[in-house]
T-cell receptor, first 119, second 117 residues
Framework: AQTVTQSQPEMSVQEAETVTLSCTYD???????LFWYKQPPSRQMILVIR??????QNATENRFSVNFQKAAKSFSLKISDSQLGDTAMYFC????????????????FGQGTILTVHP | NAGVMQNPRHLVRRRGQEARLRCSPM?????VYWYRQLPEEGLKFMVY????????ESGMPKERFSAEFPKEGPSILRIQQVVRGDSAAYFC???????????????FGDGTRLSIL
């Protein structure tokens, strides 16, 4: 079974600064997807960024980028030019791409990191 | 294109009652997933359904919980004889036919906050 670990329960950053959220995972599979979701106080789950494991190039979405280290099973999220609206809980998630596996289709989430952006 | 619709947003039940949570997937999505989020925790997978078919229910508690996704109508998560420990936010997500685009992320509804008195 896959596991996802976010070792930082809470982080804080000043507005306009850069912050990096950590995520590690454990799997025996070679083909999978990784996601970062954001959950603001409204409790919606909002997709921030996604990465395919077979792609070496790190995904980027505007101010959000990832550092994907497949050998180390690490998938960190970097937020540049932090904004007050980035304040939220951030979840790292894993999704298997192995159709014969028991984890196919479902997302496995980490425990989350609460990010607070200060003015 | 409407997103994933969950209702009700908030549901209050007394111990021993039944709770029914509804989820209408996004248009064109045939896969539905239910997740539970306990206070201060991450989301935990419960069940994965296609129309009229349960694909994976490995995250469902063995008793009192059931889920369905009928041919017509929304997916229903049913909790019988609720207890205080069932208090949580229940999220539904949907995705298109997986084989067509496996990278397609799951789109989440706003959740149902279940409170047990």
């Amino acid at each position: 079974a896959q596991t996802v670990t976010q070792s930082q329960p809470e982080m804080s950053v000043q507005e306009a600064e850069t912050v990096t959220l950590s995520c590690t995972y454990d799997t025996s599979e070679s083909n999978y997807y990784l996601f970062w979701y954001k959950q603001p106080p409204s409790r919606q789950m909002i997709l921030v960024i996604r990465q395919e494991a077979y792609k070496q190039q790190n995904a980027t979405e505007n101010r959000f980028s990832v550092n994907f280290q497949k050998a180390a099973k690490s998938f960190s999220l970097k937020i540049s030019d932090s904004q007050l609206g980035d304040t939220a809980m951030y979840f790292c998630a894993f999704k298997s791409n192995f159709a014969g596996g028991t984890s196919y289709g479902k997302l496995t989430f980490g425990q989350g990191t609460i990010l607070t952006v200060h003015p | 294109n409407a997103g994933v619709m969950q209702n009700p947003r908030h549901l209050v039940r007394r111990r021993g009652q039944e709770a029914r949570l509804r989820c209408s997937p996004m248009k064109g999505h045939s896969h539905v997933y239910w997740y539970r989020q306990l206070p201060e925790e991450g989301l935990k997978f419960m069940v994965y359904l296609q129309k009229e078919n349960i694909i994976d229910e490995s995250g469902m508690p063995k008793e009192r919980f059931s889920a369905e996704f009928p041919k017509e109508g929304p997916s229903i998560l049913r909790i019988q004889q609720v207890v205080r420990g069932d208090s949580a936010a229940y999220f539904c997500a949907s995705s298109p036919w997986v084989e067509r685009d496996r990278l397609q992320p799951q789109h989440f509804g706003d959740g149902t906050r279940l409170s047990i008195l």
